[in-house]
């Protein structure tokens, strides 16, 4: 799909590293003009620079997506450097509690795990969409996890409690921005093999995860990129308010 976001501005938050990286770095290759969202500096000129080496755009930017000011200046900051977001990749999260019962999880855990999720999507949705609205086009990716779903033991509750409620936004944005011209959909991988899991997950363990996926292996940062490059470009013309399972077919049941 080489071309495919030609001369199109995008943001990708959260992109200095893993799921981020690898959307950034994709569309970058399919002719996209990348706004490299994230709050760590080193990480974010490491990416601008692996695209740059590969011919193609890509400028950095730091703000704190949970602030709406930060947002907003980093909005105002971008189309003035690169013009107005044509395509927004909501990506930026993460969990930050571990699994564990209910009566376990912490206040701080809770708070953050939403927080870093749920409001720093909404948020992003609220400060790009009305200049999408405005100009009649737009895409937007919102990013999910099959724990929205998928009720298993390993998940912690309010990262999936988080997830499921990006899934909302994502259906109640479609609507509301469908008949502007703009589509809103989501992505909801699961276990993908990005830097820090690779790291973190014991070798037995990837063995006996992979068994729980009908396609036998986990996901590659690669693997969510190309998803997120389908429902960034007009392949995906006449698709809005779907979430898209990136998941080896582990929701299947």
């Known amino acids: 799909m080489s071309g495919e976001l030609e001369d199109r501005v995008v943001l990708v938050t959260g992109a200095s590293r893993g799921i981020g990286a690898a959307i950034a770095r994709r569309?970058?290759?399919?002719?996209?003009?990348?706004?490299?969202?994230?709050?760590?500096?080193?990480?974010?000129?490491?990416?601008?620079?692996?695209?740059?080496?590969?011919?193609?755009?890509?400028?950095?930017?730091?703000?704190?997506?949970?602030?709406?000011?930060?947002?907003?200046?980093m909005r105002d900051a971008i189309?003035?450097?690169?013009?107005?977001?044509?395509?927004?990749?909501?990506?930026?999260?993460?969990?930050?509690?571990?699994?564990?019962?209910?009566?376990?999880?912490?206040e701080q855990g809770f708070r953050a795990s939403v927080d870093g999720n749920l409001t720093a999507t909404f948020f992003t949705l609220k400060a790009f969409l009305p200049a999408m609205k405005t100009r009649g086009r737009g895409a937007i990716i919102t990013m999910s996890s099959a724990a929205a779903r998928r009720a298993h033991v390993r998940n912690p509750?309010?990262?999936?409690?988080?997830?499921?409620?990006?899934?909302?936004?994502?259906?109640?944005?479609?609507?509301?921005?469908?008949?502007?011209?703009?589509?809103?959909?989501?992505?909801?991988?699961?276990?993908?093999?990005?830097e820090r899991n690779i790291g973190r997950i014991p070798d037995a363990m990837k063995v006996s995860l992979a068994e729980d996926h009908p396609l036998k292996r986990l996901g590659v940062p690669d693997d969510v990129a190309s998803a997120a490059l389908f429902l960034a470009s007009d392949a995906s013309s006449w698709v809005t308010g779907v979430v898209l399972d990136v998941a080896g077919g582990s929701v299947l049941a």
Do not use: M, W
């Open 79 to 106: 189309t003035g450097a690169l013009g107005p977001v044509d395509v927004l990749v909501a990506n930026a999260g993460g969990s930050f509690e571990a699994p564990g019962p209910i009566e376990d999880a912490t």
């Open 27 to 73: 569309f970058a290759a399919g002719g996209a003009n990348v706004a490299v969202h994230g709050r760590d500096r080193d990480a974010l000129d490491a990416v601008t620079h692996d695209i740059r080496r590969d011919l193609g755009r890509a400028t950095s930017f730091v703000a704190d997506v949970t602030r709406v000011d930060e947002i907003e200046r």
């Open 157 to 194: 509750i309010a990262y999936a409690a988080a997830k499921a409620g990006i899934e909302a936004i994502t259906r109640i944005a479609a609507l509301q921005a469908g008949p502007f011209g703009v589509r809103v959909n989501c992505i909801a991988p699961e276990t993908i093999l990005t």
